[in-house]
């Protein structure tokens, strides 16, 4: 079974549509996360969600919006797709942690998305 | 905040030489430390783990010992194959500032392995 998985895998679109990505875990993890990952491999935090309540946004444009309907999925909706938006972006899940024993993270495949 | 800064690749190997892969840290608590692996077209997977001062991760030949005094946790393995060609990331945890974890990687190394 999957553990992490994304839809679509791979996205080719327009400029200036909008576009989902979608992303669900069955491991029972009560965080998930979303990252981009640039042409030279730099992961980059851009959200974290705890049982469904933001806990992390980094600087990412306001065009990007992390929606949990439940604790098993963290989409990720983007508006008026720019071209630097083109990036493979992942999804992780954790257990949370406790003072001194952090656990780790699980991530998903991927979604390589190409902006024309 | 917290950092991680490894060496810069890319890395190129013949097929069993000794591996190391340099990671350092900066935290202001007492983080988990990680090792995790990108394969071409896949996403991470985590490679080992340390939680405490002095602790060996190990998995597949590959080992990392948690160095408080260093703050340090490089990646080592004694010979490695054509297969372990990847990206590898070191990564650290600890507790985020409202709730849960917060996690930094480093830049990513770049190892490939000629046979």
């Known amino acids: 079974d999957t553990a992490v998985s994304q839809t679509p895998k791979y996205l080719v679109t327009q400029m200036g549509n909008d576009k989902s990505i979608k992303c669900e875990q069955n491991?029972?993890?009560?965080?998930m996360y979303w990252y981009k990952q640039d042409s030279k491999k730099f992961l980059k935090i851009m959200f974290s969600?705890?049982?469904?309540?933001?806990?992390i946004n980094e600087t990412v444009p306001n065009r990007f919006s992390p929606k949990s309907p439940d604790k098993a999925h963290l989409n990720l909706h983007i508006n008026s797709l720019e071209l630097g938006d083109s990036a493979v972006y992942f999804c992780?899940?954790?257990?949370?942690?406790?003072?001194?024993?952090?656990?780790?993270?699980?991530f998903g495949p991927g979604t390589r998305l190409t902006v024309l | 905040g917290n950092s991680v800064t490894q060496m810069e690749g890319p890395v190129t190997l013949s097929e069993e030489a000794f591996l190391t892969i340099n990671c350092t840290y900066t935290a202001t608590g007492y983080p988990s430390l990680f090792w995790y692996v990108q394969y071409p077209g896949e996403g991470l997977q985590l490679l080992l783990k340390?939680?405490?001062?002095?602790d060996k991760g190990s998995n597949k030949g590959f080992e990392a010992t948690y160095r408080k005094e260093t703050t340090s946790f490089h990646l080592e393995k004694g010979s490695v194959q054509v297969s372990d060609s990847a990206v590898y990331f070191c990564?650290?945890?600890?507790?985020?500032?409202?709730?849960?974890?917060?996690?930094?990687f480093g830049p990513g190394t770049r190892l490939s392995v000629l046979p």
């Open positions: 969600y705890n049982n469904k309540e933001l806990i």
């Open positions: 992780a899940s954790s257990r949370g942690g406790t003072a001194g024993h952090y656990n780790e993270q699980f």
């Open positions: 491991l029972g993890h009560d965080t």
């Open positions: 340390a939680t405490k001062a002095d």
């Open positions: 990564a650290l945890s600890d507790l985020a500032e409202n709730y849960g974890q917060n996690f930094v």
